[in-house]
T-cell receptor, first 114, second 111 residues
C-alpha cells in the first residue's frame, strides 16, 4: 500500500531556480495538503485542495503555487527559490470535510536552497 | 497566541515508566483532536484520535478536557521504541479542512 508518495526525496537548488514537488495518493481521498516543517516549529500549511478542482491558500503561501492535477495528484511549485524556502515539505491527504478526518502524510521532500 | 501549544520537553524516562504530557488549544470551538507521532526526520504518523470521553489504545491513553481546553497523552510501560516527538493536532473549526499542529513534545525512553 503506497499511501501518499512524494518525489523527489531530496533536492538542492540554487537561489532563483524553479522546481515542482510532486505528490500522489492512492487512497481515493478528496482533500490534499502541502506543509513545510522547520526546526522547532510545527507543521505550517502552505496550500490545500479541499476537493478536485479547488485550491486555497494556507498559512504561508507566498512564493509557492499549486496544481490539483486530478483527484490523485497535487503538485507544489517554487517559481524562484529563495534560501528561506529551505525546509522539509510534506504532502498529506484526507477523506476531507468537517475536519474530523485525520491526515495521512508522505515521507517528505528535503529541499535545500543555496 | 498560538492555536496549539505543547511543552517541547524533552521528557527523559526509563523503560517501563509512565509519562504524560498535555497540549493546550486556544479556540474553544475546536472539534476533532488527534495525537501524531513523528520520528526523527520522518513523516508524522497518526497515533490516535481523541474522543470526548477519553480513549485508550494499548499502552496509550488520550484525554480531552474541554473546560480547560487541553488534551493529554499518557504512555504506560514505556518502550525504547516510544522515543519520538508527539504532535498535538486540533481542528480549530476556523475552516473545516484545516488542522493546526503543535510543535511537538519530545520523549526519550532510556534503557
Amino acid at each position: 500500500n503506497a499511501g501518499v508518495t512524494q518525489t523527489p526525496k531530496f533536492q538542492v537548488l540554487k537561489t532563483g531556480q524553479s522546481m515542482t514537488l510532486q505528490c500522489a495518493q492512492d487512497m481515493n481521498h478528496n482533500s490534499m495538503y502541502w506543509y513545510r516543517q522547520d526546526p522547532g516549529m510545527g507543521l505550517r500549511l502552505i496550500y490545500y485542495s479541499a476537493s478536485e478542482g479547488t485550491t486555497d491558500k494556507g498559512e504561508v503561501p507566498n512564493g509557492y503555487n499549486v496544481s490539483r492535477l486530478n483527484k490523485r495528484e497535487f503538485s507544489l511549485r517554487l517559481e524562484s527559490a529563495a534560501p528561506s524556502q529551505t525546509s522539509v515539505y510534506f504532502c498529506a491527504s484526507s477523506e476531507g470535510g468537517r475536519g474530523n478526518q485525520p491526515q495521512h502524510f508522505g515521507d517528505g521532500t528535503r529541499l535545500s536552497i543555496l | 497566541r498560538k492555536e496549539v501549544e505543547q511543552d517541547p520537553g524533552p521528557f527523559n524516562v526509563p523503560e517501563g515508566a509512565t509519562v504524560a504530557f498535555n497540549c493546550t488549544y486556544s479556540n474553544s470551538a475546536s472539534q476533532s483532536f488527534f495525537w501524531y507521532r513523528q520520528d526523527c526526520r520522518k513523516e508524522p504518523k497518526l497515533l490516535m484520535s481523541v474522543y470526548s470521553s477519553g480513549n485508550e489504545d494499548g499502552r496509550f491513553t488520550a484525554q480531552l478536557n474541554r473546560a480547560s481546553q487541553y488534551i493529554s497523552l499518557l504512555i504506560r510501560d514505556s518502550k525504547l521504541s516510544d522515543s519520538a516527538t508527539y504532535l498535538c493536532v486540533v481542528n480549530p473549526r476556523t475552516n473545516d479542512y484545516k488542522l493546526s499542529f503543535g510543535a511537538g513534545t519530545t520523549v526519550t525512553v532510556r534503557a
